[in-house]
């Protein structure tokens, strides 16, 4: 019978981490290469005409439901909708969402818990 050629741990470690990134690194590159040489990939679509200049803020005064909200806080929601893909004009009125289920959600968990 043969001996083995190393007995420490260390070396026989490191051995088997080399051997572990380089099985690793040849499954990237064939993903590499497969991405590239791809047959279904779809065509690069030529580039859109320039975009349009960003649209201004909405011309008549936005309404919002609470009078807390400021006019920096307003311009931002606007400014949110509007980079999603809406036109400030298509904003009508910024208001909190209604959710009593949360509300009362938080009132009975606060009725159960034991003291």
């Not at 001996?3 to 026989?12: E, H, S």
């Not at 499954?27 to 349009?52: N, V």
């Not at 803020?57 to 400014?79: D, F, M, Q």
């Not at 809406?86 to 009593?100: F, K, L």
Request: charged share 15%; hydrophobic share 45%; with cysteine.
């Amino acid at each position: 019978m043969h001996q083995p050629v190393t007995n420490n741990p260390f070396v026989i470690m490191f051995i088997n981490m080399v051997i572990v990134f380089a099985v690793l690194t040849a499954i990237w590159g064939l993903i590499e290469l497969t991405h590239r040489l791809d047959p279904t990939k779809k065509k690069a679509e030529p580039p859109a005409a320039s975009p349009s200049a960003p649209t201004s803020a909405p011309t008549g005064p936005v309404k919002s439901a609470s009078t807390g909200l400021s006019s920096e806080t307003v311009a931002v929601i606007a400014a949110a909708v509007t980079a999603c893909g809406y036109s400030a004009d298509q904003i009508h009125a910024i208001r909190p969402a209604e959710q009593p289920a949360w509300r009362n959600y938080g009132r009975v968990s606060g009725m159960r818990t034991s003291r």
